[in-house]
């Protein structure tokens, strides 16, 4: 009898070491099998041999016939859980599929695999070509590129070289929305060797890609959101992040993991290039990227300079009422350049970083507030279902007639959402066809779903929030307006600033991409701000030093490491009781930290519990681990947070 150490894939499992099995037969680290786990058959990993153990094991049930998980793939795991503790069911999660079907194991669907077909490709710039032969070291490299220089251009000659040597690429994109694009660019070129995976698959699809990789003979290119950092590859020799500032990087549920610096552990076991592409770098990826004298390469210059001829960017001062005489959303030169781009078969993209119908439901008479009954957090109204929703927890309402504190028709619906833009330009624009692309989309209404569509020109006005300012090369669009920039400048947090730069960055990059020249309205009530000032001057470098400045003076990264302690109780008193005790007890613990709070959490109420709060700073990560290692049962925590909301 043989015994192991087995990762089983199961979120009920909470230990933070593997389970011990039997097997009558000898098997190998990787191999992938079936165990019980609590009377449920599960997926998992063999991770080590063991001795026979004092306690009866239960045997494994089924071992697969699959290719081994790949060595760098368990060693990634076992790291990522040291990194961000979290137990091994929910690290095993991101190394296995939920499950395997008998056809897909008895039927597989073999990869094609041809040479790369650059010569399809416009030609390299010679700033494009001067930075891949600067990238040609296995190193990670900070991509600081223009919105329209040609970023993919350089990831697809990366992507080709290493291909021919033999080795595997992942192209990682902050959104699922984001892959269609990517990949149809990817497979003009690589054909068959492309395989897209993410979340949004159905199961079977997910599935079949997750094994093609897995059982591929020849280098392949993986193309997803962070997720497909975990692919089973054999091989690996470059990793892309591209848009390497996004949030979306950022997972949110165990284990909290910051993708680029899972990438970079990656990237030096395999060993691989790491490319870090962004035309907002973070402000700590950049801080880290010159302090550990990595380089940082730049493109300055578009990638079709000939066709870049344009209009400043117009500044729209909100204050100014009179801009907005025929409608309360829309001032009258951007109706105008809608109207003038409707005239020359050209796409108008309206971006406004709030969904829904209107986010403020109030009487006007006494001043009751539409709430959540659970959070205590304003309700959003959708026009389209006429109804009140909340985007914490989901509950739902229907939309008051009159006020329920006194009785009133006067209930207001005030601060507009996309839906609303919606309702508004098809009053303004009763001829143009129109597509909304939030996250409040069904999965049949989804931007990957439509990308053809938007591309050909089929729809004349596109209206939406952050997913529309991350990435998208659309060669009709000529106008955008950025209905109002001011929605994440003034939040109460440290990456407030950071994060509005670069998403009005971000969004004015999807114009003037070397297609037609492009107008973009940018509608403010802070016209002279110095960050708005900063992003639509693309002048990245005094942003840089304003923020790192700050950055440094009230101690946030990268001069620190960030720890977000949250406890829930049922009332406020318990809650500050809780927070006050734990704060006293780590101050007595010895760790070399700094403790900010406790404070309500920016949503104080959640599903009817209370939540507050504390920060804890170190310099050293290691003290944080210590810290969470200590934590007593009822407290959360998110390690590396990018931001404290």
């Known amino acids: 009898m043989f015994y192991y150490e087995v990762w089983v894939r ?56 699959l290719p081994l998980l790949p060595a760098p793939l368990l060693r990634l795991g076992q790291w990522l859980q040291d990194y961000y503790p979290a137990p091994v069911g929910l690290i095993s999660q991101q190394l296995l599929p939920p499950h ?113 990789i897995l059982r591929a003979t020849e280098p392949v290119i993986v193309i997803g959101p962070r997720s497909a950092l975990f692919s089973p590859l054999a091989t690996v020799g470059l990793i892309i992040v ?78 100014d009422r009179s801009q907005f005489g025929r409608s309360p ?32 439901v109030m009487c006007e008479h006494c001043g009751w507030q539409a709430a959540c009954p659970h959070c205590d957090i304003p309700l959003t109204y959708h026009g389209d279902q006429h109804r009140l929703r909340c985007h914490s927890c989901n509950y739902q309402a229907s939309s008051p007639v009159s006020c329920p504190d006194c009785g009133q028709a ?40 439509h990308y053809e569509t938007v591309r050909d ?45 670069q998403l009005l960055t971000q969004v004015l990059g999807r114009i003037n991409r070397g297609h037609i020249a492009g107008q973009a309205i940018i509608q403010t009530y802070h016209p002279e701000h110095p960050v708005l000032r900063d992003a639509i001057t693309a002048n990245y470098a005094d942003f840089y030093k304003r923020e790192l400045a700050e950055r440094q003076q009230f101690r946030f990264p990268p001069f620190v490491y960030l720890l977000k302690l949250s406890v829930r109780r049922a009332s406020i008193a318990a809650t500050e009781k809780a927070a006050e005790a734990l704060k006293s007890e780590l101050e007595r613990g010895g760790y070399k930290i700094r403790i900010e709070g406790p404070a309500p959490s920016f949503y104080e109420k959640l599903q009817n519990k209370y939540q507050w709060q504390l920060v804890v700073k170190a310099v050293d990560r290691g003290e944080l681990l210590k810290v ?18």
Not at 131 to 150: C, F, P, Q, W
Request: proline share 5%; hydrophobic share 40%; glycine share 6%.
């Open 10 to 65: 199961s979120s009920r499992y909470h230990g933070m070491e593997g389970l011990t099995y039997s097997s009558t037969e000898r098997l190998n680290v990787g191999q992938i099998v079936q165990a019980e786990l609590q009377k449920e058959l599960v997926l998992g990993v063999i991770t080590k041999a063991t001795a026979k153990p004092r306690f009866q094991t239960k045997p494994i049930t089924r071992v697969y016939n």
């Open 100 to 212: 395997f079907t008998e056809k897909q194991l008895a039927s597989p669907v073999p990869l094609t695999f041809s040479q790369p077909q650059l010569t399809t490709l416009p030609k390299l710039t010679g700033q494009q070509q001067t930075a891949v032969e600067n990238m040609a070291k296995r190193d990670t490299y900070l991509l600081h590129g223009i919105t329209g220089s040609g970023k993919t251009r350089i990831y697809m000659e990366l992507a080709a070289e290493t291909i021919t040597s033999g080795r595997s690429v992942i192209m990682l994109t902050p959104e699922i929305s984001l892959t269609s694009q990517l990949a149809a660019n990817f497979q003009a070129v690589f054909d068959g060797r492309v395989v897209v995976l993410h979340s949004a698959q159905t199961p079977a699809e997910h599935l079949r890609a997750w094994l093609q």
């Open 242 to 319: 591209d848009e390497a500032h996004e949030a979306a990087y950022k997972q949110e549920q165990a284990p909290q993991y910051q993708t680029g610096r899972v990438a970079a552990y990656l990237a030096s076991i395999t060993p691989a290039r790491l490319i870090l592409g962004s035309a907002t770098p973070s402000v700590s990826d950049y801080y880290l990227a010159e302090q550990k004298q990595r380089p940082i390469i730049s493109l300055t210059k578009l990638a079709k300079p000939e066709l870049a001829a344009t209009a400043e960017p117009l500044i729209i001062d909100m204050k």
């Open 329 to 360: 959303l829309v001032s009258q030169p951007l109706m105008q350049a809608i109207e003038t781009a409707l005239k020359n078969g050209e796409q108008s993209l309206l971006y406004l970083n709030r969904r829904g119908t209107a986010r403020l």
């Open 410 to 449: 006067s209930v207001l619906f005030r601060t507009a959402g996309t839906k609303a833009v919606v309702d508004e330009i098809e009053r303004l624009f009763p001829e143009a066809r129109l597509a909304r692309f939030d996250t409040d989309n069904s999965r049949a209404e989804r931007f990957e779903q």
């Open 457 to 501: 020109g089929n729809v004349d006005i596109l209206i939406g929030t952050q997913l529309l300012a991350k990435g998208l090369d659309l060669p009709r669009l000529s106008v955008l307006g950025v209905l109002l920039a001011d929605t994440s400048l003034y939040l109460p947090d440290f990456s407030a600033q950071e994060r509005t730069y």
């Open 628 to 645: 969470i290692a200590a934590l007593p049962s009822g407290w959360s925590y998110d390690l590396d947070p990018l931001d404290l909301l």
